[in-house]
C-alpha cells in the first residue's frame, strides 16, 4: 500500500517533518510492508523553509543578518537539492516573534534584513528565490527590504533616506534612485509565498489590518497609512508601477507591494508552489491513500487553506484523503466534501496546554489506529 504523507505544521507545537516521521512511524508499525513517502508541507508561513528543504532532500545555510530593530542575528535559508531554488522566511529575519515586547513598533522596525538575506542569495549565484512573508514585524512596504538591494529614496533636501527605512520613515520620502541596484536582479526570478489577498491602503490594508498587532497605537495606525500613501504615490509617479491595489500589496506590511514593485516579484499560492517544489503530483501516482494534517481545523480550512488545496490535488488523482488535526469544529458535512474523514487527535475535552503537551503522542496513537483500521478494512 502506498500512502503520502503531506501535512501543515502544527503551529508553535510540531513542524511538519516532525510530524512526518511520527505518523510515518505509527504506520510501519502496523503495517511494515506498507511504502510511506513523506511530504512535509507549508503555505509561506512560518516553518515553510524548514518544510521545503526536508521535502527536497536540500540543505539549510547559515546567514547574518539584521532583525527588523536592527540588531545583527543568526539566520537561516534553504536551498534545494539541486542547490538551484533557494527558500527563505521573511520572518526569519524581520519577523514579530524575534522581538521583544518592548521592540514592537512598526514605525520603527523594518525588513532591511530580509533584502540583506535576498541579497546574500542572489550573490551566491542563486536565480531562483522562493520567500515566505507570514509574522513579519514590520509595515514599511518593503522599502526597508530595497535599500539592501540597492534602491535609495531621496528626502526633500536631496539627501538619501538612511538604510533600515522604517514605516515612521515612509512619510519623508520623495523621490527614488535605482542606479546602484545589484544588476542581477533582472536575472533573478523571486516567487512570493502568500494567501493574504489585502491591497497596501485602505481599510483591509497593510496598516489598519495588521500593524495594531504589531504594536501600532490608533494614532500610529493613522499616520502609518498617511506614510504608505506617500510612499507608494512615490513609486507611482516615477512610473514603477500604476497601482497598489494588486491583491497580496498589504501583506507582511506591505512588503509584497514592494517585492512585486521593486524586484518583479509574483505572488503565488504557498499551498501550491510548495506541491509544486515537492513533486507532490508525480508522487500521487498510483498511491492509495494521502493523510495531510494542520493544527485547528474549522470551516476556514475551506478558504483555500493547505490542508484543503492538498485534498483537492490528491481527488484530481482519484486518491482519498484523510485529515488528521488537532482540533476539529465547524460544519462538519462541508468539511467531508473535500476529506474522505476528518479524525482529530486530541481524545476529548482537554486544556489546550495539556492538548499541546500530549500532541505526539495523540497524533502516533491516532495514526497507529487509522493504519490497524485500514489493515481491517483490507482483510
Known amino acids: 500500500m502506498k500512502i503520502i504523507l503531506a501535512p501543515d505544521s502544527y503551529k508553535g507545537n510540531i513542524r511538519s517533518p516532525e510530524i512526518c516521521e511520527i505518523i510515518s512511524q505509527a504506520i510501519l508499525d502496523q503495517m511494515p510492508n506498507a511504502e510511506v513517502i513523506s511530504i512535509p508541507m507549508a503555505d509561506g508561513g512560518e516553518g515553510t523553509t524548514e518544510a521545503a528543504v526536508s521535502a527536497t532532500g536540500g540543505t539549510l545555510v547559515p546567514i547574518k543578518v539584521h532583525n527588523a530593530v536592527g540588531k545583527k542575528i543568526d539566520a537561516t535559508y534553504g536551498l534545494t537539492n539541486d542547490g538551484k531554488t533557494a527558500i527563505m522566511e521573511m520572518a526569519s529575519s524581520s519577523g514579530l516573534e524575534l522581538l521583544s515586547p518592548e521592540e514592537m513598533d512598526p514605525m520603527l522596525t523594518t525588513t532591511y534584513g530580509t533584502g540583506e538575506m535576498i541579497r546574500a542569495i542572489i550573490e551566491s549565484g542563486v536565480r531562483d528565490i522562493i520567500i515566505g512573508i507570514g509574522g513579519s514585524a514590520t509595515n514599511d512596504g518593503g522599502a526597508g527590504m530595497a535599500q539592501a538591494l540597492g534602491y535609495k529614496f531621496k528626502l526633500p533636501d536631496g539627501s538619501d533616506q538612511v538604510c533600515g527605512c522604517s514605516g515612521g520613515g515612509l512619510g519623508d520620502i520623495c523621490g527614488i534612485d535605482a542606479a546602484d541596484v545589484i544588476p542581477e536582479l533582472k536575472e533573478t526570478r523571486?516567487?512570493?509565498?502568500?494567501?493574504?489577498?489585502?491591497?497596501l491602503l485602505g481599510p483591509n490594508g497593510?496598516?489598519?489590518?495588521?500593524?495594531?498587532?504589531?504594536?501600532a497605537s490608533p494614532e500610529m495606525v493613522e499616520q502609518l497609512e498617511k506614510n504608505m500613501a506617500k510612499y507608494a504615490g512615490v513609486l507611482i509617479e516615477n512610473g514603477l508601477t500604476e497601482t497598489c491595489s494588486d491583491p497580496g500589496d498589504g501583506a507582511a506590511g506591505g512588503l509584497g507591494f514592494g517585492l512585486r514593485v521593486l524586484t518583479g516579484a509574483e505572488m503565488v499560492s504557498g499551498a501550491e508552489l510548495m506541491i509544486e517544489l515537492?513533486?507532490?503530483?508525480?508522487?500521487?501516482?498510483?498511491a492509495d491513500l494521502l493523510i495531510t494534517g494542520e493544527g485547528r481545523t474549522d470551516n476556514q480550512t475551506l478558504s483555500g487553506k493547505l490542508c484543503q488545496v492538498v485534498a483537492e490535488t490528491a481527488s484530481a488523482k482519484n486518491v482519498p484523503t484523510i485529515l488528521l488535526s488537532g482540533a476539529v469544529s465547524g460544519d462538519t458535512k462541508k468539511l467531508l466534501k473535500s476529506f474522505t474523514t476528518v479524525l482529530s487527535i486530541t481524545p476529548g475535552p482537554v486544556q489546550l496546554q495539556e492538548a499541546l503537551e500530549n500532541s505526539r503522542k495523540n497524533l502516533y496513537n491516532t495514526a497507529a489506529g487509522l493504519a490497524a483500521l485500514i489493515i481491517r478494512l483490507k482483510n
Do not use: F, W
Not at 497593510?206 to 504589531?214: C, G, I, M
Not at 515537492?278 to 498510483?286: A, F, R, W, Y
Open 206 to 215: 497593510a496598516a489598519e489590518v495588521y500593524s495594531p498587532q504589531k504594536g
Open 190 to 199: 523571486i516567487r512570493v509565498a502568500c494567501d493574504v489577498t489585502n491591497p
Open 278 to 286: 515537492t513533486g507532490m503530483k508525480e508522487h500521487l501516482k498510483n
